[in-house]
């Protein structure tokens, strides 16, 4: 992958929430801030524009002049402390943004023709603020502006974008669904939760509260839990879970990865299925 930085935008009034901290809000058990700064882990230096804050990852802190400038404003103080080819611009507040947005970006931004790459939403609208840009005509198009308009503070956006010649990605539903009210907030909490997405919501929230990276099956571990609960008791499953955790930890001395998982659930399993057969057999 071409190496990117990412300058994440996390000021502003927040009026339409009666300006609390929006990025500070939580959703799923994590704060916005968090959940977007899980989708850019491998950036060479990653900043947020805006007031410090803790955060789940080492991030450069920095503020727009003068705070409150705008977007323009905080991008421009962003970038000031980046050095990559390439930036992924994100604001602060997109609980479904995801690893492969970012990805289709930064491929769509790789073109030599291009000066970069935005998201484009269901309705057809650019998200200038879910995209990769090409540093150089980035930083450009930015001090020419301030040039003409006598400084960035609170110009548009669309004065950048209108400049940059952007490839444009159409990404899923929700990537570029962002909070600007409690009503979002609201529709947000009520769609991780919802069946097809709340153990997956469950399981990166408690990965990242952990400081967990490893990808598991967790169709392997519902499966022992279920044959454990059966063929056992079902506090059994719980219990079991936990141990099959604690062995691969063991066994792999913190680097075996989900192969370690598989065996010793693997292993747990027949277990339990033995133990199953047992109460069967007459």
């Not at 080492?58 to 003068?66: K, M, N």
Request: aromatic fraction near 4%; charged fraction near 25%.
């Amino acid at each position: 992958m071409t190496a990117y930085d990412a300058i994440v935008l996390a000021g502003g009034a927040a009026k339409r929430l009666g300006g609390v901290d929006k990025p500070a809000v939580r959703v799923g058990g994590r704060a916005l801030l968090d959940r977007v700064l899980a989708t850019c882990t491998d950036s060479v230096t990653t900043v947020v524009v805006g007031g410090r804050r803790p955060t789940t990852r080492a991030v450069t802190w920095t503020r727009e002049e003068p705070q409150g400038g705008g977007p323009l404003a905080a991008l421009d103080a962003g970038v000031r402390h980046t050095g990559a080819e390439r930036v992924l611009v994100l604001s602060a507040d997109l609980p479904f943004l995801g690893e492969s947005t970012v990805e289709a970006l930064l491929a769509a931004a790789g073109r030599p023709d291009r000066d970069g790459a935005l998201c484009v939403d269901q309705d057809g609208r650019d998200q200038p603020l879910v995209a990769v840009y090409r540093a150089e005509p980035l930083r450009r198009e930015l001090a020419l502006l301030a040039t003409e308009h006598g400084g960035l503070a609170g110009l548009p956006l669309r004065l950048l974008t209108h400049e940059l010649d952007l490839a444009r990605v159409e990404a899923g539903p929700l990537a570029s669904f962002d909070c600007d009210t409690w009503e979002d907030i609201a529709a947000a909490r009520a769609r991780i939760r919802e069946h097809g997405t709340v153990l997956d919501e469950w399981i990166t929230a408690v990965k990242n509260e952990l400081g967990i990276e490893l990808d598991v099956d967790t169709g392997v571990l519902l499966d022992l839990a279920r044959d454990a609960a059966h063929g056992v008791a079902r506090p059994a499953a719980p219990l079991t879970t936990f141990l099959v955790g604690y062995a691969a930890a063991k066994a792999s001395s913190g680097g075996g990865g989900p192969e370690a998982v598989a065996e010793a659930a693997r292993k747990a399993t027949a277990l339990a299925l033995r133990w199953a057969d047992e109460a069967e057999t007459p």
